[in-house]
Protein backbone atom coordinates (compact mmCIF):
# COMPACT_ATOMS: atom_id res chain seq x y z
CA UNK A 1 0.00 0.00 0.00
CA UNK A 2 1.64 3.17 -0.86
CA UNK A 3 1.29 5.30 1.98
CA UNK A 4 3.81 7.67 0.91
CA UNK A 5 1.18 9.06 -1.96
CA UNK A 6 -1.76 9.70 1.31
CA UNK A 7 -2.44 13.63 0.78
CA UNK A 8 -1.50 14.18 -2.92
CA UNK A 9 -4.15 15.64 -4.59
CA UNK A 10 -4.30 16.84 -8.25
CA UNK A 11 -6.95 18.29 -10.82
CA UNK A 12 -6.99 17.14 -14.35
CA UNK A 13 -9.17 17.92 -17.45
CA UNK A 14 -10.15 15.94 -20.46
CA UNK A 15 -12.44 16.95 -23.33
CA UNK A 16 -15.78 15.29 -25.01
CA UNK A 17 -15.52 14.26 -27.87
CA UNK A 18 -17.36 13.39 -31.52
CA UNK A 19 -16.30 9.75 -32.26
CA UNK A 20 -16.12 8.33 -36.15
CA UNK A 21 -17.31 11.68 -37.81
CA UNK A 22 -19.71 9.41 -40.51
CA UNK A 23 -17.10 7.34 -41.88
CA UNK A 24 -14.65 6.50 -39.50
CA UNK A 25 -16.02 4.22 -37.49
CA UNK A 26 -13.97 3.50 -34.71
CA UNK A 27 -11.37 5.37 -35.61
CA UNK A 28 -11.57 9.09 -35.90
CA UNK A 29 -12.41 11.31 -33.00
CA UNK A 30 -12.17 14.94 -33.07
CA UNK A 31 -12.03 16.79 -29.10
CA UNK A 32 -13.77 20.12 -27.75
CA UNK A 33 -13.96 22.92 -25.76
CA UNK A 34 -16.34 21.27 -23.63
CA UNK A 35 -14.32 19.35 -21.00
CA UNK A 36 -14.88 17.07 -17.59
CA UNK A 37 -12.39 18.60 -14.70
CA UNK A 38 -11.90 16.29 -11.78
CA UNK A 39 -9.97 16.63 -8.58
CA UNK A 40 -8.50 13.59 -6.89
CA UNK A 41 -7.17 13.38 -3.26
CA UNK A 42 -5.49 10.11 -1.83
CA UNK A 43 -6.93 9.45 1.65
CA UNK A 44 -6.05 7.26 4.33
CA UNK A 45 -9.17 4.87 3.55
CA UNK A 46 -11.97 4.45 1.04
CA UNK A 47 -13.07 5.71 -2.10
CA UNK A 48 -15.82 8.57 -2.21
CA UNK A 49 -17.11 10.53 -5.08
CA UNK A 50 -18.87 13.91 -4.46
CA UNK A 51 -20.20 14.66 -8.01
CA UNK A 52 -22.40 17.70 -9.50
CA UNK A 53 -24.19 18.31 -13.22
CA UNK A 54 -24.37 15.85 -15.64
CA UNK A 55 -25.11 11.88 -14.47
CA UNK A 56 -24.62 13.40 -10.78
CA UNK A 57 -28.41 11.98 -10.30
CA UNK A 58 -27.03 7.86 -11.70
CA UNK A 59 -22.92 7.74 -11.16
CA UNK A 60 -22.35 5.86 -8.32
CA UNK A 61 -20.49 7.60 -5.41
CA UNK A 62 -18.06 4.65 -4.41
CA UNK A 63 -14.85 3.07 -6.36
CA UNK A 64 -16.62 1.71 -8.73
CA UNK A 65 -17.46 5.27 -10.13
CA UNK A 66 -15.57 5.39 -13.71
CA UNK A 67 -13.09 7.94 -12.84
CA UNK A 68 -11.98 6.20 -9.74
CA UNK A 69 -12.03 2.94 -11.08
CA UNK A 70 -9.87 4.56 -13.92
CA UNK A 71 -7.49 6.26 -11.59
CA UNK A 72 -7.05 2.75 -9.87
CA UNK A 73 -6.18 1.55 -13.31
CA UNK A 74 -3.21 3.46 -14.30
CA UNK A 75 -1.79 3.27 -10.14
CA UNK A 76 -2.05 -0.64 -10.77
CA UNK A 77 -0.56 -0.67 -14.04
CA UNK A 78 2.71 1.54 -12.12
CA UNK A 79 2.68 -0.98 -9.17
CA UNK A 80 0.89 1.64 -7.10
CA UNK A 81 -2.33 0.60 -4.82
CA UNK A 82 -3.37 4.10 -2.85
CA UNK A 83 -5.71 3.19 0.54
CA UNK A 84 -7.96 5.90 -0.96
CA UNK A 85 -8.91 8.56 -3.42
CA UNK A 86 -11.62 11.07 -2.77
CA UNK A 87 -12.65 12.42 -6.16
CA UNK A 88 -14.87 15.84 -6.63
CA UNK A 89 -16.03 16.51 -10.19
CA UNK A 90 -18.55 18.95 -11.36
CA UNK A 91 -19.99 17.31 -14.69
CA UNK A 92 -20.79 19.19 -17.87
CA UNK A 93 -20.50 16.84 -20.56
CA UNK A 94 -24.52 15.14 -21.06
CA UNK A 95 -23.90 11.12 -20.58
CA UNK A 96 -25.19 8.79 -22.97
CA UNK A 97 -25.68 11.21 -26.17
CA UNK A 98 -22.33 10.45 -28.03
CA UNK A 99 -20.11 12.93 -26.66
CA UNK A 100 -17.77 11.08 -25.16
CA UNK A 101 -18.57 11.61 -22.17
CA UNK A 102 -17.27 7.84 -20.59
CA UNK A 103 -13.83 8.56 -22.36
CA UNK A 104 -13.30 11.70 -20.71
CA UNK A 105 -14.01 10.08 -17.51
CA UNK A 106 -11.95 7.28 -18.12
CA UNK A 107 -9.04 9.79 -19.74
CA UNK A 108 -9.27 11.81 -16.75
CA UNK A 109 -9.18 9.23 -14.11
CA UNK A 110 -6.24 7.40 -16.01
CA UNK A 111 -4.02 10.93 -15.98
CA UNK A 112 -4.50 12.02 -12.25
CA UNK A 113 -3.83 8.35 -11.12
CA UNK A 114 -0.56 8.87 -13.51
CA UNK A 115 0.11 11.90 -12.09
CA UNK A 116 -0.81 10.85 -8.39
CA UNK A 117 1.72 8.33 -8.62
CA UNK A 118 4.66 10.82 -9.87
CA UNK A 119 4.72 9.21 -13.12
CA UNK A 120 4.33 11.86 -16.63
CA UNK A 121 1.65 10.46 -18.57
CA UNK A 122 3.23 9.01 -21.50
CA UNK A 123 0.08 8.68 -24.30
CA UNK A 124 1.39 5.27 -25.38
CA UNK A 125 0.42 3.56 -22.22
CA UNK A 126 -2.32 5.14 -21.31
CA UNK A 127 -4.07 5.00 -24.61
CA UNK A 128 -4.00 0.94 -24.02
CA UNK A 129 -5.32 1.19 -20.75
CA UNK A 130 -7.95 3.28 -21.63
CA UNK A 131 -8.75 1.25 -24.53
CA UNK A 132 -9.36 -1.71 -22.88
CA UNK A 133 -11.65 0.09 -20.01
CA UNK A 134 -13.60 1.43 -23.16
CA UNK A 135 -13.89 -1.07 -25.29
CA UNK A 136 -12.77 1.35 -28.84
CA UNK A 137 -9.79 3.60 -29.53
CA UNK A 138 -11.51 6.27 -31.43
CA UNK A 139 -12.67 8.95 -28.36
CA UNK A 140 -10.41 8.11 -25.92
CA UNK A 141 -7.50 8.93 -28.32
CA UNK A 142 -9.43 12.49 -29.30
CA UNK A 143 -9.35 12.85 -25.17
CA UNK A 144 -6.34 12.02 -24.64
CA UNK A 145 -4.49 14.15 -27.42
CA UNK A 146 -7.06 16.70 -28.35
CA UNK A 147 -7.92 18.11 -32.08
CA UNK A 148 -8.78 15.51 -34.64
CA UNK A 149 -6.71 12.03 -34.14
CA UNK A 150 -6.80 8.63 -35.94
CA UNK A 151 -6.65 5.38 -33.78
CA UNK A 152 -5.52 2.38 -35.34
CA UNK A 153 -5.27 -0.37 -32.76
CA UNK A 154 -2.64 -2.94 -33.37
CA UNK A 155 -2.91 -6.48 -31.66
CA UNK A 156 -0.45 -5.24 -29.29
CA UNK A 157 -0.39 -1.40 -28.84
CA UNK A 158 -3.13 0.95 -30.12
CA UNK A 159 -1.54 3.74 -31.83
CA UNK A 160 -2.80 7.18 -33.00
CA UNK A 161 -1.43 10.63 -34.89
CA UNK A 162 -3.14 13.77 -34.61
CA UNK A 163 -4.15 15.54 -37.65
CA UNK A 164 -4.12 19.60 -37.74
CA UNK A 165 -7.05 20.67 -38.60
CA UNK A 166 -8.30 23.15 -40.85
CA UNK A 167 -8.62 26.61 -38.97
CA UNK A 168 -11.70 27.53 -40.31
CA UNK A 169 -13.36 23.84 -39.00
CA UNK A 170 -16.94 24.46 -36.68
CA UNK A 171 -18.89 22.42 -35.51
CA UNK A 172 -22.41 22.10 -33.86
CA UNK A 173 -24.01 19.83 -32.18
CA UNK A 174 -28.29 19.54 -31.94
CA UNK A 175 -28.71 17.32 -28.48
CA UNK A 176 -31.63 15.59 -27.66
CA UNK A 177 -33.00 15.19 -23.93
CA UNK A 178 -32.91 11.18 -24.63
CA UNK A 179 -29.61 8.83 -24.27
CA UNK A 180 -28.93 5.58 -25.63
CA UNK A 181 -26.15 4.11 -23.96
CA UNK A 182 -22.98 3.20 -26.13
CA UNK A 183 -23.48 -0.46 -25.24
CA UNK A 184 -27.10 -0.58 -27.25
CA UNK A 185 -26.13 1.08 -30.04
CA UNK A 186 -23.10 -1.06 -30.44
CA UNK A 187 -25.40 -4.01 -30.48
CA UNK A 188 -27.44 -2.86 -33.30
CA UNK A 189 -24.46 -3.05 -35.61
CA UNK A 190 -24.54 -6.46 -38.29
CA UNK A 191 -21.28 -8.71 -38.07
CA UNK A 192 -20.68 -8.51 -41.20
CA UNK A 193 -21.13 -5.58 -44.01
CA UNK A 194 -20.98 -5.68 -48.10
CA UNK A 195 -17.94 -5.69 -49.67
CA UNK A 196 -19.30 -2.59 -51.29
CA UNK A 197 -20.11 -0.75 -47.86
CA UNK A 198 -16.76 -1.25 -46.64
CA UNK A 199 -14.91 0.13 -49.83
CA UNK A 200 -16.68 3.28 -49.88
CA UNK A 201 -16.38 4.03 -46.23
CA UNK A 202 -12.70 3.67 -46.77
CA UNK A 203 -12.61 5.76 -49.21
CA UNK A 204 -14.90 8.46 -47.59
CA UNK A 205 -12.62 8.47 -44.32
CA UNK A 206 -9.60 9.42 -46.57
CA UNK A 207 -11.70 12.13 -47.89
CA UNK A 208 -13.14 13.43 -44.64
CA UNK A 209 -9.35 13.90 -43.31
CA UNK A 210 -8.59 16.00 -46.10
CA UNK A 211 -11.78 18.04 -45.65
CA UNK A 212 -11.17 18.01 -41.98
CA UNK A 213 -7.33 19.47 -42.35
CA UNK A 214 -7.69 21.14 -45.60
CA UNK A 215 -10.63 21.20 -48.04
CA UNK A 216 -13.57 21.54 -45.46
CA UNK A 217 -15.60 22.44 -49.49
CA UNK A 218 -15.84 18.47 -49.56
CA UNK A 219 -17.48 17.98 -45.87
CA UNK A 220 -20.38 17.32 -47.12
CA UNK A 221 -19.50 13.59 -49.69
CA UNK A 222 -16.91 12.94 -47.14
CA UNK A 223 -19.09 12.11 -44.49
CA UNK A 224 -20.94 9.89 -46.19
CA UNK A 225 -21.33 6.64 -43.91
CA UNK A 226 -22.41 3.12 -44.27
CA UNK A 227 -21.45 0.84 -41.87
CA UNK A 228 -23.25 2.42 -38.56
CA UNK A 229 -25.51 5.16 -38.60
CA UNK A 230 -28.41 3.55 -40.56
CA UNK A 231 -28.22 0.54 -38.17
CA UNK A 232 -28.71 2.09 -35.31
CA UNK A 233 -31.76 4.50 -36.98
CA UNK A 234 -34.01 2.22 -34.95
CA UNK A 235 -32.59 3.39 -31.73
CA UNK A 236 -32.47 7.52 -32.81
CA UNK A 237 -34.98 7.64 -35.45
CA UNK A 238 -35.20 11.47 -34.86
CA UNK A 239 -31.80 12.07 -34.87
CA UNK A 240 -31.32 10.02 -38.02
CA UNK A 241 -34.22 12.21 -39.64
CA UNK A 242 -32.49 15.10 -38.09
CA UNK A 243 -29.41 13.66 -40.15
CA UNK A 244 -31.13 13.48 -43.62
CA UNK A 245 -32.98 16.98 -43.46
CA UNK A 246 -29.87 18.26 -43.07
CA UNK A 247 -27.72 16.69 -45.26
CA UNK A 248 -30.30 17.29 -47.99
CA UNK A 249 -29.82 21.58 -46.92
CA UNK A 250 -26.16 21.02 -47.84
CA UNK A 251 -24.82 20.96 -44.48
CA UNK A 252 -22.43 17.84 -43.23
CA UNK A 253 -24.26 16.22 -40.55
CA UNK A 254 -23.60 13.05 -39.07
CA UNK A 255 -24.70 10.98 -36.03
CA UNK A 256 -22.41 11.85 -32.92
CA UNK A 257 -20.16 9.07 -31.64
CA UNK A 258 -22.91 5.89 -30.87
CA UNK A 259 -25.88 8.96 -30.50
CA UNK A 260 -27.90 9.79 -30.18
CA UNK A 261 -26.53 13.76 -30.84
CA UNK A 262 -26.54 15.18 -34.43
CA UNK A 263 -22.96 16.88 -35.00
CA UNK A 264 -22.85 18.99 -38.31
CA UNK A 265 -19.63 20.12 -39.34
CA UNK A 266 -17.87 22.95 -41.38
CA UNK A 267 -16.51 26.28 -41.74
CA UNK A 268 -17.62 28.07 -38.83
CA UNK A 269 -19.44 30.84 -40.83
CA UNK A 270 -21.67 28.40 -42.76
CA UNK A 271 -22.98 26.84 -39.28
CA UNK A 272 -24.30 30.31 -38.15
CA UNK A 273 -27.13 29.25 -41.11
CA UNK A 274 -27.93 25.92 -39.52
CA UNK A 275 -31.81 25.73 -38.29
CA UNK A 276 -33.23 25.23 -34.72
CA UNK A 277 -34.96 21.64 -34.52
CA UNK A 278 -37.94 20.90 -32.11
CA UNK A 279 -36.66 17.83 -29.48
CA UNK A 280 -32.91 19.33 -29.87
CA UNK A 281 -30.84 22.07 -28.40
CA UNK A 282 -28.45 23.46 -30.48
CA UNK A 283 -24.89 24.14 -29.23
CA UNK A 284 -21.93 25.61 -30.66
CA UNK A 285 -18.23 23.70 -30.03
CA UNK A 286 -14.68 24.81 -30.86
CA UNK A 287 -11.96 22.70 -31.33
CA UNK A 288 -10.57 21.39 -28.18
CA UNK A 289 -6.74 20.61 -26.43
CA UNK A 290 -6.26 17.09 -24.92
CA UNK A 291 -5.96 16.01 -21.56
CA UNK A 292 -4.55 18.26 -19.12
CA UNK A 293 -3.30 19.09 -15.05
CA UNK A 294 -5.27 21.75 -14.22
CA UNK A 295 -4.14 24.63 -11.84
CA UNK A 296 -6.31 23.51 -8.21
CA UNK A 297 -8.92 26.65 -8.65
CA UNK A 298 -10.31 24.82 -11.93
CA UNK A 299 -12.00 22.28 -9.37
CA UNK A 300 -14.95 23.17 -9.09
N1 LIG B 1 -18.13 11.84 -15.47
C1 LIG B 1 -18.52 10.58 -15.30
N2 LIG B 1 -18.45 10.00 -14.09
C2 LIG B 1 -18.86 8.73 -13.91
N3 LIG B 1 -19.35 7.94 -14.87
C3 LIG B 1 -19.45 8.47 -16.09
C4 LIG B 1 -19.02 9.80 -16.38
N4 LIG B 1 -19.22 10.02 -17.68
C5 LIG B 1 -19.76 8.90 -18.18
N5 LIG B 1 -19.89 7.96 -17.23
C6 LIG B 1 -20.44 6.62 -17.41
O1 LIG B 1 -20.52 6.35 -18.80
C7 LIG B 1 -21.90 6.23 -19.20
C8 LIG B 1 -22.10 6.90 -20.54
O2 LIG B 1 -21.22 6.30 -21.46
P1 LIG B 1 -21.68 5.95 -22.92
O3 LIG B 1 -22.92 5.10 -22.90
O4 LIG B 1 -20.48 5.40 -23.60
O5 LIG B 1 -22.10 7.35 -23.54
P2 LIG B 1 -21.22 8.61 -23.94
O6 LIG B 1 -19.79 8.27 -23.65
O7 LIG B 1 -21.49 8.80 -25.38
O8 LIG B 1 -21.74 9.74 -23.13
C9 LIG B 1 -22.69 6.90 -18.11
O9 LIG B 1 -24.00 6.37 -18.02
C10 LIG B 1 -21.87 6.56 -16.88
O10 LIG B 1 -22.12 5.23 -16.46
N1 LIG C 1 -17.03 4.27 -32.34
C1 LIG C 1 -17.91 4.23 -31.20
C2 LIG C 1 -17.99 5.60 -30.61
C3 LIG C 1 -18.86 5.73 -29.39
O1 LIG C 1 -18.79 7.05 -28.92
P1 LIG C 1 -19.71 7.57 -27.73
O2 LIG C 1 -19.31 8.97 -27.50
O3 LIG C 1 -21.12 7.44 -28.18
O4 LIG C 1 -19.42 6.67 -26.55
C4 LIG C 1 -19.29 3.75 -31.66
O5 LIG C 1 -19.78 4.30 -32.63
O6 LIG C 1 -19.82 2.82 -31.04
Known sequence: MAADLVGRT???SAPATSANLGPGFDHLGLAFDLRQAATLRVTETGFTAAVTGEGADTVPRDGSHLILRSAVAALADLGREVPGLALTADNVIPHGRGLGSSAAAIIAGLFAGTVLAGVDPEPERLLGLANELEGHADN???ALLGGLVIAYPEPDRVGAVSVPVHPELGA???LPDTSVPTSEARGLLPAEVPH???AANAGRAALLVEALSRTP???LPATEDRLHQRYRRTAMPESYDLLELLRSKGFAAVVSGAGPSVL???RAPSLAGLPEHPGFRRRSLAIGAGARVEPP???V
Do not use: E, I, M, N
Open 140 to 142: VAA
Open 196 to 198: SDA
Open 297 to 299: AAA
Open 264 to 266: VLG
Open 172 to 174: TVY
Open 217 to 219: DLL
Open 10 to 12: VTV
